[in-house]
């Protein structure tokens, strides 16, 4: 619940008292049911995280819920994010447990776990405006179930995606962006996306082609 009450000029602002009677102002407003109970939320930023004014809110007989330490905007955004999340988490399986041991959901949690952190990851590193945005199984659709085989050639490795693919040119685009990277390491293995071929020092794939 969230509730604006303009003061005059020269008004203390943001009192326990004035938060108290704003809260009254906006219960006023709700159904006699919803006035109180663990049903209604109300929030309110950290100047509401007074003594007097969440001991009022709690009191007995009226135990109201309460969110007190950020602004109203920040808990929206951070509410959408974890759903955002949590609706990724879903799709990626954790939807059903799908093993009958405790021992075996454990490390299909393990899985998913890091394919959640790869999804969440590769768009910000790969990826750029609208397709940074896509959710699992967009991606899935579009990204990887791309058809491409691995050709051997003159001892160099190419990666050859059929032309037709209507996302090809995000595939590309991602790829060449991964490879413009810093190397984080002397292990790391980099992508060659080289559609003329020539070998890259390092690289395990020497060129993407089309098919």
Known sequence: MEHGRHRGPG????????????AHLALAQLPKKYRRGRQTLIRTDSAGGTHQFTSWLAQRGRWLSYSVGMSITDAHR??????????????????????????????????????????????MLALTSETRRWEPRRLRLRLFSAVAQIATTARRRHLRFARHWPWI????????????????????TKWATDSVGGPHEGSRLAGLDML
Not at 169 to 188: F, K, Q
């Open 11 to 22: 008004c203390r602002r943001n009192t326990a008292a004035d938060h108290i009677t704003t």
């Open 78 to 123: 951070q509410r959408a994010r974890a759903e955002d999340r949590i609706r990724a988490a879903r799709a990626t399986g954790l939807r059903n447990l799908p093993l009958h041991k405790t021992a075996q959901n454990q490390i299909w949690l393990e899985i998913v776990r890091l394919a959640l952190d790869l999804l969440a990851r590769m768009p």
């Open 169 to 188: 040119d995000v595939i590309t685009d991602a790829l060449t962006r991964l490879e413009a990277l810093p190397n984080p390491g002397p292990s790391a």
